[in-house]
């Protein structure tokens, strides 16, 4: 996609990152999640995390963002080691891939996957896995085009006292 930039997300793109997901959690999971919580997300607490979370990455994340001409941040994504409690499997994980409502369908998203993919491959792992709530077909839609496929593995979420289960996802990678 011309015109975009990726690069690592420094500290300065907290503010941005946590606009994004906010913006984009109220987007994607308007009638999936329970409004008051969509509704009490806050940008600032948000940012917070990220920074934190940033500044104690011991390098096995790797947080991207797409920036646009002019310096504005087109999307996100964060990826590194699967999860699976403590069990290190060789594996990657996509944990994060979010977009401005407005630039959703414009490329930055299957850019940021592609990007996150490729380094997840050149790596050396085997999987790439992620988690995607089971009744966002949006979002699930987008990983089966970009060659993810649900593998049968669900897991529980909640938000306030609501059941939204989680469908994991993987894609074979080549190395």
Known sequence: MSGLLLRPMTAGDCEGVATMRIRGWQHAYRGLVPQPHLDGLDIGADAERHRARLLAND??????????????????????????????????ELYALYLPPERIGRGVGRTLLTEAVHRCATAG????????LRDNTRARRFYERAG???DGAEEPFEV???????VR???ELAG
């Open 59 to 92: 390098g096995s994340v790797v947080n991207l963002v797409a920036e646009a001409e002019g310096g504005e941040l087109a999307g996100w994504a964060a990826f590194g080691p699967y999860r699976d409690g403590e069990v290190r499997t060789g594996d990657a």
């Open 125 to 132: 792992h085997r999987s790439m896995y992620l988690w995607v």
């Open 148 to 150: 993810f496929g649900a």
């Open 160 to 166: 306030d006292g609501v059941a939204m289960p989680e």
């Open 169 to 171: 996802y993987v894609k």
